[in-house]
């Protein structure tokens, strides 16, 4: 059964930073981050690949940075200059190379003032 644990969120400021990781039982070709707010449909925030490469989505790009460490199975999601629209329940994802995937629980991150 593969697990994936992720990080606590938080609450913090407009303009703040905040990190997350998620851990996972096993080797993964694909680590990413998605998200949903309430009321919205779950969206794509990042991805890193086992071999290197990294994808954004524009809402995004510039403020936050995935990272990866093939050794500990964990990614990584700094998330700076946070905006109130970047409030949701966020959520690893995580795929093998035969495209079985698998979810983490979510963890809520709050952006307000």
């Known amino acids: 059964q593969v697990q994936l644990v992720e990080s606590e969120g938080g609450s913090v400021q407009p303009g703040g930073s905040l990190s997350l990781s998620c851990a996972a039982s096993?080797?993964?070709?694909?680590m990413a981050w998605y998200r949903q707010a309430p009321g919205n449909e779950r969206e794509f925030v990042a991805s890193?690949?086992?071999?290197?490469?990294?994808s954004y989505a524009d809402s995004v790009k510039g403020r936050f940075t995935i990272s990866r460490d093939n050794v500990l199975i964990t990614v990584y999601l700094q998330m700076n200059s946070l905006k109130p629209e970047d409030t949701a329940t966020y959520y690893c994802?995580?795929?093998?190379?035969?495209?079985?995937?698998?979810w983490g629980r979510g963890t809520l991150v709050t952006v307000s003032s």
């Open positions: 994802h995580a795929r093998r190379a035969n495209n079985n995937e698998y």
């Open positions: 890193s690949f086992r071999f290197g490469g990294t």
């Open positions: 096993e080797t993964m070709f694909v």
